[in-house]
């Protein structure tokens, strides 16, 4: 599956975004789905993952509250709602796929959107 994030921009503290991102293909359905991120200088670290069929969420702590995950998958299209944004939040975020693998480690995901910068000012 080919991915395609969009939606990042530049926000003030306090602001909420919602990031979105495409799928190619008829099989969107059979993937588990995850948000990443990359801070400048930093590792590259996970946000959120969704089931399949929409029905089960994970958050990382950093996040939870903050953030949901959410799936459309008659449009192939995967969102990460983004509320409370702060300065730390600023980052590359990724959307990744993963037909067999539901877990929070980028290695078990194998197919990765280009990336959409979040900037968060204070």
């Known amino acids: 599956v080919q991915l395609q994030a969009s939606g990042g921009g530049l926000v003030q503290a306090g602001d909420s975004l919602r990031p979105s991102c495409a799928a190619s293909?008829?099989?969107?359905?059979?993937?588990?789905m995850a948000w990443f991120r990359q801070a400048p200088g930093k590792e590259r670290e996970f946000v959120a993952r969704?089931?399949?069929?929409?029905?089960?969420?994970y958050y990382a702590d950093s996040v939870k509250g903050r953030f949901t995950i959410s799936r459309d998958n008659a449009k192939n299209v995967v969102y990460l709602q983004m509320h409370s944004l702060r300065p730390e939040d600023t980052a590359v975020y990724y959307c990744?796929?993963?037909?067999?693998?539901?877990?929070?480690?980028?290695?078990?995901?194998?197919?990765w959107g280009q990336g959409t910068l979040v900037t968060v000012s204070s």
């Open positions: 969704i089931t399949k069929s929409g029905t089960g969420t």
């Open positions: 990744a796929a993963s037909m067999t693998v539901y877990g929070s480690g980028s290695s078990g995901y194998n197919s």
């Open positions: 293909g008829r099989t969107f359905s059979t993937y588990y």
